[in-house]
């Protein structure tokens, strides 16, 4: 069973920087896109980055220059290093990956449990 475990969130003050980390794991045969996503209260989630396994990104319009996405292949791991942080960045992240897992011909969306970045003005 696949499961992904994000790591790194936590409180820092504006103007602040924190790197996420996601390990994916669990019978995973290979991964395609890796992404995170966020989610502030009475939100709905959003896209903030996506990164193919070739490495090509995508960044939500808000972020642009301020988030880096990055990836391990070897590692099936994916990273967000996150600078010049706002309050409006507030939000719970969330890393998805679509993969093909050894017991599947076909690829699917998996989710972290979340990890809850906080910035304070």
């Known amino acids: 069973q696949v499961q992904l475990v994000e790591s790194g969130g936590g409180l820092v003050q504006a103007g602040g920087s924190l790197r996420l980390s996601c390990v994916a794991s669990g019978g995973i045969f290979s991964i395609n896109t890796m992404g995170w996503y966020r989610q502030a209260p009475g939100k709905q989630r959003e896209l903030v980055a996506t990164?193919?396994?070739?490495?090509?990104?995508y960044y939500a319009d808000s972020v642009k220059g301020r988030f880096t996405i990055s990836r391990d292949n070897a590692k099936d791991t994916v990273y967000l290093q996150m600078s010049c942080l706002k309050p409006e960045d507030t939000a719970v992240y969330y890393c998805?990956?679509?993969?093909?897992?050894?017991?599947?011909?076909?690829?699917?969306?998996?989710w972290g449990q979340g990890t809850q970045v906080t910035v304070s003005s």
């Open positions: 998805n990956a679509n993969a093909y897992t050894t017991h599947s011909s076909f690829a699917r969306d998996y």
């Open positions: 990164i193919t396994r070739s490495s090509s990104t």
